[in-house]
């Protein structure tokens, strides 16, 4: 299985901060890696997809990049609606295995 | 609009089985593949399985094998989560996902079942 290991498990910014999230996986795929946004009692939602694509309808201060085995969720000029728990999630090989979430607060 | 309507929630006893619905609408049913995940409260999320709704084909995580199963009514455009052999530990909010089939992305999530498990 693939294990995706994701940091920081939590974080606290400020509004209009930049704010990176990393996703380390234990072995090489193709780029079949998504991140998801969930806020308290909701479903997740898709922020970005195959790494680097962001979905339709979500903010473009959302992005996604990969290098090697590991993949970013950058969050520029962050606003108080970004409060939320992120989770990468790889989806090249079963099972599709999920980072352990980081929790995002603003200070 | 597309979505994902899921069935109500449940209260089972140690040793029962769920079955949880999710019916599609908005969209063609057997186009995209269908990704149950669950999560604890307060946990994270965890990824149960997955089906092909046209093919009916699967493919559960190991720690499920031998009392999960995943199922279709192409009719009524429905996939169905069976767990059996319940204990507390499968107490937890279920969430079925509509998946591309091209880029493996969950797009469209259902609202939701809570299963609680107590004697």
């Known amino acids: 299985d693939i294990q995706m290991t994701q940091s920081p498990s939590s974080l606290s910014a400020s509004v209009g901060d930049r704010v990176t999230i990393t996703c380390r996986a234990s072995q090489s795929f193709s780029t079949y890696l998504n991140w998801y946004q969930q806020k308290p009692g909701k479903a997740p939602q898709l922020l970005i997809y195959a790494a680097s694509n962001l979905q339709s309808g979500v903010p473009s201060r959302f992005s996604g990049r990969e290098s090697g085995t590991s993949f970013t969720l950058t969050i520029s000029n962050l606003q108080p609606e970004d409060i939320a728990t992120y989770y990468c999630q790889q989806s090249d090989s079963f099972p599709n295995t999920f980072g352990q979430g980081t929790k995002l607060e603003i200070k | 609009q597309v979505q994902l309507v899921q069935s109500g929630a449940e209260v089972k006893k140690p040793g029962a089985s769920v079955k949880v619905s999710c019916k599609a609408s908005?969209?063609?049913?057997?186009?995209?593949?269908i990704t149950w995940v669950r999560q604890a409260s307060g946990q994270g999320l965890e990824w149960m399985g997955w089906m092909n709704p046209n093919s009916g084909d699967t493919a559960y995580a190991q720690k499920f094998q031998g009392r999960l199963t995943m199922t279709r009514s192409t009719s009524t455009s429905t996939a169905y989560m069976e767990l059996s052999s319940l204990t507390s530990e499968d107490t937890a909010v279920y969430y079925c996902a509509r998946r591309g089939l091209l880029l493996h992305q969950e797009d469209v999530w259902g609202q939701g079942t809570t299963v609680t498990v107590s004697s």
């Open positions: 908005g969209y063609t049913f057997i186009t995209y593949d």
